[in-house]
């Protein structure tokens, strides 16, 4: 389960690192690459506002003192970067959306935490259940 606390550190790394990025590209605007280099400013709060929420979900998780199959564990630490790396890439690429293997990868970062999260949600229903 320890897999949940570096899935929670990459989340805050990339909390932290796109808060700097977009107080660069408000606040210090450099001629010539704001606006070029992060083309969709509110996409990419909707990313650091999703790498937070993942973070979170990590932590609970693993702070929830029930034995999770490491598998689901895996699948939450991965899609939980990965999805909220849609946004960040979408941030920067104007095409994002019309480019197939962003497409693809998109689909399988959802796929992927759908299975971990819906996983652990029948962990934790189990769990609730047994304890009635």
Request: contains cysteine; charged residues 10%.
């Amino acid at each position: 389960m320890s897999v949940l606390l570096l899935g929670a550190a990459a989340c805050i790394l990339a909390l932290i690192l796109s808060a700097w990025l977009m107080t660069f590209a408000r606040w210090f605007p450099i001629e010539g690459v704001d606006g070029k280099f992060l083309v969709d400013y509110k996409t990419m709060i909707r990313a650091h506002v999703d790498y937070a929420l993942m973070a979170l979900f990590n932590l609970g998780f693993y702070g929830i003192g029930i034995d999770l199959p490491i598998v689901a564990c895996w699948c939450v630490a991965i899609g939980g970067f990965a999805n909220p790396t849609v946004f960040t890439i979408a941030a920067f690429d104007t095409d994002f959306w019309r480019k197939a293997h962003w497409r693809v990868y998109t689909a399988a970062s959802f796929v992927v935490s759908t299975i971990g999260f819906l996983w652990i949600a029948c962990v934790l229903a189990q769990a609730a259940l047994a304890a009635l």
